[in-house]
Every structure is written in structure tokens, then in C-alpha cells.
């Protein structure tokens, strides 16, 4: 099993692109989450699905869609970036739903918006 | 709202002392409580839970609800427990992690 796969590892925008941050899980895990971590303020929640065609705001989702159309993928857009999205985004997996159990981790996203 | 706090950036003892990490949160119900640890150059993970009261790598979490805390404690640190070392709590499907704690242990 690959885990919890995350694409790019590095991107650099400038302020308006729009891109895609890439997740995909091969654990057939019900869960999945996006996350931003910033110095010194641990990790917040952008948003989470809890299955296919199910997603929901976390904390900090403005500016930031999802789509949940598959188990397996997770992918977080980017619609116009500004430099306040300059981040480490981690995608996180977990096997239930109703009680989620251990948040399985992609490796991140170092982002940079100029 | 939902709020952990971990008081202390960093965290420094010499190893074989013991280390007690701390979390604070705030929440009015029966809350579900975590830590999670990132080693150098590793993902982040799971330590350990408060529903499973198990001891992980000699780590243990005891959840007080009285003072509204989660600390995470061991007897004697190791070298290898230097980490990054985040609590969490997870509520209505949505986790919420605190700033986290650097641990140095030195030897």
C-alpha cells in the first residue's frame, strides 16, 4: 500500500493562478481532511469529506474548494492564489467516519505565492 | 468554539528526565482527545488516544476533565523522542490541533 500520496512535494504560484494540490488514499479509508500548517499556529482544517460526494468546511476554507468523487481521491483547488495561502498543506486519511480512528498523513505540500 | 492550547513552543530535558508536554482545551462535552508526533523528516502520526488508555513508546496521556487538560507525560526521556509533538481534539468530524510542542532531549 502507498498510504496517503500527496502532488506535487513543491509548487511556487503567483498571485491569481489556480492550481490543484493533489491526495489519494489506497486504504478504501471513508475520511479524508485537508490541512494547512503555518508557523506557530499548529494545523487548521481547510476541509474534510466523509465519503464519496460528501465534503464539508473545516476552519479555514475560504478560498479553497474540494470534491469528493471518488473513495481514493481528494484533490484541493486553488482558484486564485494570494500570498496568505503560502503554506504546507497535509492531506490526512482515516479509516471511519462516524468515530474517526487514526488520521493516516500524506508526506505535504510546501507552497510559496509570490 | 473548540480550542487546544499547548502552552510551551519548546521543550527542552536531558535525557532519562522526565518530560510532561502540555495541553489545555476547551470544550463542554465528553471530548475525544489525541497526540500526534512528527520526527525529523517523518509524517506525522498518531501516539496515542485517550479512549484506548495505553502506554506508547512509554508515553502516557491521562484526560482531566476537571481542569479541562490532556498532558502527555514519560518517566524518562530518550533521544529519540525529540519531536514535534501536536494534541488534537475531534469533534462533530472535525479535528483540532493545537500549535504544538518541540521536544529536545539532550544527552
Known amino acids: 500500500n502507498a498510504g496517503v500520496t500527496q502532488t506535487p512535494k513543491f509548487q511556487v504560484l503567483k498571485t491569481g493562478q489556480s492550481m490543484t494540490l493533489q491526495c489519494a488514499q489506497d486504504m478504501n479509508h471513508e475520511y479524508m481532511s485537508w490541512y494547512r500548517q503555518d508557523p506557530g499556529m499548529g494545523l487548521r482544517l481547510i476541509h474534510y469529506s466523509v465519503g464519496a460526494g460528501i465534503t464539508d468546511q473545516g476552519e479555514v476554507p475560504n478560498g479553497y474548494n474540494v470534491s469528493r468523487s471518488t473513495t481514493e481521491d481528494f484533490p484541493l483547488r486553488l482558484l486564485s492564489a494570494a500570498p496568505s495561502q503560502t503554506s504546507v498543506y497535509f492531506c490526512?486519511?482515516?479509516?471511519?467516519?462516524?468515530?474517526?480512528?487514526?488520521?493516516?498523513f500524506g508526506p505535504g505540500t510546501r507552497l510559496t505565492v509570490l | 468554539a473548540q480550542r487546544v492550547t499547548q502552552p510551551e513552543k519548546l521543550l527542552s530535558v536531558f535525557k532519562g528526565a522526565p518530560v510532561e508536554l502540555k495541553c489545555n482545551y476547551s470544550y463542554s462535552g465528553s471530548p475525544e482527545l489525541f497526540w500526534y508526533v512528527q520526527y525529523s523528516r517523518q509524517r506525522l502520526q498518531l501516539l496515542l488516544r485517550h479512549i484506548s488508555r495505553e502506554s506508547i513508546k512509554g508515553f502516557t496521556a491521562d484526560l482531566n476533565k476537571g481542569e479541562t487538560s490532556f498532558h502527555l507525560k514519560k518517566p524518562f526521556a530518550q533521544e529519540e523522542d525529540s519531536a514535534m509533538y501536536y494534541c488534537a481534539l475531534f469533534n462533530f468530524n472535525k479535528f483540532y490541533f493545537g500549535s504544538g510542542t518541540k521536544l529536545n532531549v539532550k544527552p
Open positions: 490526512a486519511s482515516s479509516y471511519r467516519s462516524g468515530r474517526v480512528g487514526e488520521q493516516f
